[in-house]
T-cell receptor, first 115, second 104 residues
Framework: DTGVSQNPRHKITKRGQNVTFRCDPISEHNRLYWYRQTLGQGPEFLTYFQNEAQLEKSRLLSDRFSAERPKGSFSTLEIQRTEQGDSAMYLC?????????????FGAGTRLSVL | GIQVEQSPPDLILQEGANSTLRCNFSDSVNNLQWFHQNPWGQLINLFYIPSGTKQNGRLSATTVATERYSLLYISSSQTTDSGVYFCVTKDMRFGAGTRLTVKP
């Protein structure tokens, strides 16, 4: 068990460029979550998957954001036409959801800076 | 959605002191968790505690679901306890956190 892995750890991009982040969850975890965290705030939920199905999306997830989990294992989060307001830490978490119990384990995050 | 309020927002302690952090939530929950975010940003799950009391070393947590609050107790605090403590409800909603600073 290597934990939740996120790549890259840091990304610097120019406004208007597209970026893609990857998250590898703990193996056999059926749920995968994406959050965004800005300085001094708590993480904000963006979306989550159960296996390959995207079950919920926050209103924070504008149409420039898209997430996939094609085979129910790793996930990607893409941001198109980045804006300076997209600068944040993007966190991924995974869990093994059993009945009501759902303990989340977080990766170290990808820090995005949009210049 | 469920509203989550944490108090106090900031707490400064001398090493060795005890503290209590509180989380109030606006509706019934069945998946209350406490996390610690260390100064490097890593979030670590401390407790999954939808109800009752659990203890893990110097930390313990109690959730009274009928009264919609949870408490996190830290005893004999250490400098490594510094960071931000979050409670999280079943709809993945984080509170604003309590920022704890433990001074040597």
């Amino acid at each position: 068990d290597t934990g939740v892995s996120q790549n890259p750890r840091h990304k610097i991009t120019k406004r208007g460029q597209n970026v893609t982040f990857r998250c590898d969850p703990i193996s056999e975890h059926n749920r995968l979550y994406w959050y965004r965290q800005t300085l001094g705030q708590g993480p904000e939920f963006l979306t989550y998957f159960q296996n390959e199905a995207q079950l919920e999306k926050s209103r924070l997830l504008s149409d420039r954001f898209s997430a996939e989990r094609p085979k129910g294992s790793f996930s990607t989060l893409e941001i198109q036409r980045t804006e300076q307001g997209d600068s944040a830490m993007y966190l991924c978490a995974s869990s093994l959801s059993l009945l009501a119990k759902n303990i989340q384990y977080f990766g170290a995050g990808t820090r995005l800076s949009v210049l | 959605g469920i509203q989550v309020e944490q108090s106090p927002p900031d707490l400064i302690l001398q090493e060795g002191a005890n503290s209590t952090l509180r989380c109030n939530f606006s509706d019934s929950v069945n998946n209350l968790q406490w996390f610690h975010q260390n100064p490097w940003g890593q979030l670590i799950n401390l407790f999954y505690i939808p109800s009752g009391t659990k203890q893990n070393g110097r930390l313990s947590a109690t959730t009274v679901a009928t009264e919609r609050y949870s408490l996190l107790y830290i005893s004999s605090s250490q400098t490594t306890d510094s960071g931000v403590y979050f409670c999280v409800t079943k709809d993945m909603r984080f509170g604003a956190g309590t920022r704890l600073t433990v001074k040597p």
